[in-house]
């Protein structure tokens, strides 16, 4: 956890009120937890495994050109609030296509896969709802949480026993299981399977986020409740981001009719916000019809997953066992992890460095993204680096 300063004196000055701010900076730099902005220029030489760009789609032609268009013909933003102007034909149009693809009734797109959850979580529960939540469930599934007005019951990771003993045992008339699909650290899929059958047993609904299964798990990358045969489900409705696979900005919730028409007239983060910009939705329109007609790229981005970790596995680092497109590596710990992060850019590989907050203490890791791009020869140079620049303990 991130420390915070002892309670001092109250300011006198000022130029005194955000003194504290400093203290709080020294404590996070002593733990090694400093966070610092870096900004890449367009033509960067270094190989990426840190983006979240799982097929590749950011920079492909047809989803550039899709945002162009889009801004070109819609504006640079989108004028207003989703109830009032900033609903577009386009908006429209890729809901529709986003649901048809997903095999649910309804789709609803947001200006960030933060907004959905918050959006989802908020709306879909009250104070009669007990909310079960994994324990390493993303930020902004727990941020939702503690904006609903509901009891939350943190969860054994991944345990639908853990979750079938807290809604026996509840209170509330109502619940909502939630869980990430796939679990953003190590890339480890959810049981949602079994999530679903112990919401089912109990008379419980089942939220999960797909911001790391959208694209890359299920046929053709349709995503995680697909792969498990849960496809318009009833009691199921699911979250994404449209930044990962889909390569472009926003969020989107998935589910049956009344729980779309619901959050249309009641999620905070749906109706006090912008719309999504044009250009976004022109993208994630030319990612989604792109990944429509190339549906290999899904099966290719897991396939350079198992090689990235197989490959690392024997080269005697500690992989994780990837079931989508996150492969992690651990670091004996955060300034190690930081150390190794930044030996491998200079070296010109760029990875994700996971540590406190954004995980438990000890737990430390880096994180690599597996495109669906990347080239056997690719692979080979990332973990040729991996293993060079590898911090002694
Ligand atoms: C699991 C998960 N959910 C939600 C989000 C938030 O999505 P967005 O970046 O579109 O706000 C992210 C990360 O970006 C994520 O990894």
Known sequence: MIPAPEVSAR????????????????LRARAGL???????PAED???DLASNDYLGLTHHPVVTGAAA??????GGGSTGSRLVTGTTALHTELEAELADFYGVEAALVFSSGYAANLAALTALTDPDTLIVSDAYNHASLIDGCRLSRSR????????????ATALAERAQPRALVVSDTVFSVDGNAAPIAGLSAAARAHGAALLVDDAHGLGVLGPGGRGAPAAVGLTGAPDV???????KSLGSQGGVVFGPQRVIRHLVETARTFIFDTGLAPAA????LGALRLLRAEPQRAERAREVARTLAAELTTAGLRASDPDAAVVSVRAAGPEQAVAWRDACRDAGLAVGCFRPPSVPDGYSRLRLTARADLTQQQITQAVRTLVRTRPQA
Not at 237 to 243: F, H, K
């Open 45 to 47: 030489p270094v190989l």
């Open 281 to 284: 939705v022109g993208a994630a």
């Open 69 to 74: 268009e889009a801004a070109r013909r819609w």
């Open 237 to 243: 409705v699911a979250t994404a981001t449209l930044s």
């Open 34 to 40: 400093t966070r610092t902005l870096r900004s890449r």
């Open 11 to 26: 300011p006198t000055a000022p130029g005194a009120v955000f003194d504290w701010l400093d203290e709080a900076a020294e």
């Open 152 to 163: 939350v019951h943190r969860a054994a990771h991944a345990s639908p026993e853990a979750v």
